[in-house]
């Protein structure tokens, strides 16, 4: 599955330690967090490809970060496995009407989970932002993820290369750092407004050995503007 990022929600360390081997088995990358806090940072900082959700986590429960993440323009997408000893049909319903894809129960095989989430990124992924953008020779490919500048690829993160392609989507445009959090982490993860300027220091870090640097613009005053108009 191109080694996908799966974020393992779930309060119990030696269940995600088990699940995450699993996975990382069957090539995929994992992330881990053991409440919802935890998995709103790690969501910011990596968008995952798929969750599996927890269904009982302390404090926030995984029904509650199930229908906030779903509630979210930039979060809404991610596909999400719920995962519960709730085996009765009316749970399942539940889970499945608040935008999770699937719904499994415990205990459950390996074999069986890694199926079902390979069914469920191949019904959620395609189809996605997968267009190429161009602008003076910084190509950024939405299908691969790849950034490549004159023909020679771009090493970003995650979340750089997210704030690249919203930037190239929206060129010559002004942005407020609190747009940037609305539109790149989205409205329901809590990230501090100074964490857009650390990562745009990295994306143009990233970017300055190709001479790329300058197309990310601070406005003075008022936030970042991509333009290749230097």
Known sequence: MDNKLILIVEDEPSIREMVGFALQRAEFRVAEAGDAQAARVKIADAHPDLILMDWMLPGVSGVELSRELKAAPLTRDIPII??????EEEDRVRGLNLG???Y???PFSFPELIARIKAVLRRTLP???DEKLEVAGLEVDGASQRVTARGEPVRLG???????????SHPER???REQVLDR???????????TVDVHIRRLRKALAPFGCDGMIQTVRGTGYRFSEKL
Not at 82 to 87: S, Y
Not at 159 to 168: K, P
């Open 100 to 102: 999770c894809d699937d």
């Open 174 to 176: 002004v942005y407020t």
């Open 184 to 194: 790149v982490w989205g409205r329901n993860v809590y990230v501090e407004e100074r």
């Open 82 to 87: 719920m995962v519960t000893a709730r085996a």
């Open 158 to 168: 995650p979340t750089e290369y997210r704030l690249l392609h919203f930037f190239v």
């Open 104 to 106: 499994v129960t415990k």
């Open 127 to 129: 189809g996605g932002e």
